[in-house]
T-cell receptor, first 114, second 111 residues
């Protein structure tokens, strides 16, 4: 089974702090994604990566950056956390190539910024 | 860009059949996926339609009509554990694997 793990299930940070959310997948997937999920808004893509050191902006990249130094690890960075970044953050991975559009999600990190 | 529309909430009775619709607008099309998410849990993949027609996986079926930019998820013999949110998703055109999700349909199964 594909396993996607995230570094924390719950996190509380203060406004202005630098926050690191880490995601690791164990299936050698080329593609990795970071989403945030808010009530009534569904899943919104922040950034994705299709290869090591490669990244692309999603729909809401402002206030975030990412890092992918190794294939299995994709990090989301909040440079200076703000209260409007309080949300559920979900990481996902997907193999490259064609085929079913199956993304495998981690359990999520619920971030509260005070 | 891509946009998908789903009903926000649906209620159905245990043992019944329910259909969750999804209409999409996309500049290119690579298929429609469906995901299930229980409260507090991660989304899990349910099904994928690349071509028109019905795909069946146990109690769940998914249908696609590319000419109508429309699909649906059909859940049969509803069980209480089917209470969850259901998301449709389309992959964006172009060479990348970016996916756009709908806002989700919260299904409540009642006894």
């Amino acid at each position: 089974d594909v396993k996607v793990t995230q570094s924390s299930r719950y996190l509380v940070k203060r406004t202005g702090e630098k926050v690191f959310l880490e995601c690791v997948q164990d299936m050698d997937h080329e593609n990795m994604f970071w989403y945030r999920q808010d009530p009534g808004l569904g899943l919104r893509l922040i950034y994705f990566s299709y290869d090591v050191k490669m990244k692309e902006k999603g729909d809401i990249p402002e206030g975030y950056s990412v890092s992918r130094e190794k294939k299995e690890r994709f990090s989301l960075i909040l440079e200076s956390a703000s209260t409007n970044q309080t949300s559920m953050y979900l990481c996902a991975s997907k193999p490259g190539g064609s085929g079913p559009e199956t993304q495998y999600f981690g359990p999520g990190t619920r971030l509260l910024v005070l | 860009g891509q946009s998908l529309e789903q009903p926000s909430e649906v209620t159905a009775v245990e043992g019944a059949i329910v259909q969750i619709n999804c209409t999409y607008q996309t500049s290119g099309f690579y298929g429609l996926s469906w995901y299930q998410q229980h409260d507090g849990g991660a989304p899990t993949f349910l099904s994928y339609n690349a071509l028109d027609g019905l795909e069946e996986t146990g109690r769940f079926s998914s249908f696609l009509s590319r000419s109508d930019s429309y699909g649906y998820l059909l859940l049969q013999e509803l069980q209480m554990k089917d209470s969850a949110s259901y998301f449709c998703a389309v992959r964006d055109p172009g060479g990348y694997q970016k996916v756009t999700f709908g806002t989700g349909t919260k299904l409540q199964v009642i006894p």
